[in-house]
């Protein structure tokens, strides 16, 4: 299989750069061997991605906006585009005019030159788009499921759910074969300012192993959804290889995820990692508890259908969160 | 009230510009004057329209996706922009390339450019964005009501539900106020190709007042949605100045249309100008019943809600839309 990864430099995309290029049955694409891995990001130089010393890998560093960092990138096609790259929520809240040029004018043009690379005699190749549960936006209503209206309530959710329309479009037009993913928190990211306004969930965890104090911006009641690292990237390599038959109309599926309260996080985190959680205390902000602690229960029967799965418990979550950190 | 009405040479915003620049309580918005009128379209060469030889009217020919030409048309703001500019159904499914950059790049372009041009002061101007029912796609449930999911099953209609969600994030980030009004068939567009696969609801009315045979591609049983020009002008002028706080999350919402068969429309538009029902002949194509002849009872309470009106009955409407033939 011949792959091409964008944002393969940010934290899930190096993630699942190590298991595409990782020998064996959970390797690859769960162990359909990669031949050729593009990875792409605006800079490579990380030294974790500069260690990929494999004859397989072809790095392209540039802004995809740029038409010809995307002739780069997909010339000689390939049989799935994880595209991963965006500007994250916070960062496009800021400056939404650059969201619109990364999340969807770049995105377009990303996707639609991706279908004109593939060999004619092929079949629409496989895309697979990481939208995000902002789609949805808040308040929320008292359960979510697949019939919930989407409304974002903010510029990076609003531009995620146009792509998701437009890879609709494509489907319908065969230019590309599109699996689009709605992700929710995932845990735990890298500390540290990443855009990223639910970065509190993953700030608790570095906190707490560090025996750091942590002030919570989001009250002990606070509910969020999210799964693990390992969890994100098995249900990315399944979008990569499941029949698109699976898919319900629109194209797109919010995938499972746990949803559980902040409190109940700190105390799985605590006691699995040894610390004590009165390192946590609380000082609520009242939009972020809104737009990111008000995560009512979330059922997904077209994701499950289609075969995606969530951590199965908090505790098998923080577990396996605490072995990525 | 200074106005920007783009499409001013099609059907709609011709009827509209006849509307804005007439005196009295029917004419300008709702009988507030009209100081400034920017009629805007690819070409404004038209005897029709050339006749409009006002001194409030300012003339901008030229492309919309070239930013020169959206400079010119934005140029010293308004209050009202009335977008009506678009590629049509059909002629947006043949090239959607073209549909992307008109439908959905030069739209987006041409709001934020209006946006810019404000008044640092002044509140948000209004944009009236006349959006389409193809947001909803088919097959349709058994009734369409303001809860129906969305999901278009045409590029055009994809593109134009994008821009609806675009604008509600520019209405958040206080760009615009925009107020974004689904239209059905509009009756009677002029003869002839428009790039609008439901031309035939327009087409059997020329045929019977001319007493020509007509070969419906829809069956006699095909149910449509539709309103005559002159409530559609109605409800744009509404939407003009209308409070913005009557429109429900989203921004957007289904015009209120009638519901009838085509044998019903035949039969109106005959007895009202004294042809033979009979000149119709039907041969349904598959595609277009499915896409244009199949639609449900319509429910639209928030429409209803915000003021927007059909035309009362099938008689009321076939009566209007003769008038303006």
Redesign the interface.
């Known amino acids: 299989m011949r792959i091409i990864l964008t944002g393969a430099g940010g934290f899930v995309g190096r993630h699942l750069a190590h298991r595409l290029l990782s020998p064996g049955p959970n390797g690859g694409l769960n162990g359909r061997p990669v031949t050729r891995l593009v990875l792409a990001d605006l800079e490579l130089a990380d030294p974790e991605l500069a260690a990929f010393d494999d004859a397989r890998v072809v790095r392209v560093a540039g802004d995809l906006s740029d038409a010809d960092v995307r002739a780069r990138l997909v010339a000689g096609g390939a049989d799935v585009l994880f595209h991963l790259a965006a500007l994250p929520g916070g960062a496009a809240a800021r400056d ?1 005019g650059l969201s ?1 040029k990364v999340n969807l ?1 770049g995105t ?1 043009d990303l996707v639609e030159a991706f279908a004109a690379a593939k060999d004619a005699a092929a079949p629409p190749p496989r895309v697979v788009y990481t939208s995000t549960i902002a789609v949805l936006g808040h308040p929320m209503p008292a359960t979510v499921d697949d ?1 919930t ?1 989407l ?5 990076y959710g ?2 995620k ?2 792509v998701e ?2 890879l ?2 494509y489907r ?2 065969g230019l590309v074969d599109p699996v689009a993913i709605r992700l929710s928190g995932i845990l735990a990211r890298p500390g540290g300012a990443t855009g990223l306004k639910s970065a509190f969930m993953s700030d608790v965890f570095h906190a707490l192993v560090a025996r750091r104090p942590y002030t919570c911006p989001v009250s002990p009641a606070a509910t969020i959804w999210a799964m693990s690292l390992d969890r994100c990237v098995d249900n990315l390599v399944h979008a990569a290889v499941m029949e698109s038959g699976l898919m319900p ?2 194209g797109a599926v919010t995938l499972p995820a746990l949803c559980f309260s902040m409190e109940s996080l700190v105390g799985a985190i605590a006691r699995l990692a040894g610390a004590d959680p009165a390192l946590v205390s609380y000082a609520p902000d009242a939009g972020l508890e809104a737009a990111f602690g008000a995560h009512p229960p979330l059922e997904t029967p077209a994701a499950d259908a289609a075969g995606f799965r969530h951590d199965g418990t908090v505790d098998a979550l923080v577990e396996s969160a605490l072995a990525t950190l």
Chains 1, 2 share one sequence.
Not at 151 to 155: F, K, S, V, Y
């Open positions: 939404p619109r004018d377009l019939a209206p409304r974002p309530a903010m510029t609003a531009h759910l146009m329309l437009a609709a479009d319908r037009r109309a629109g």
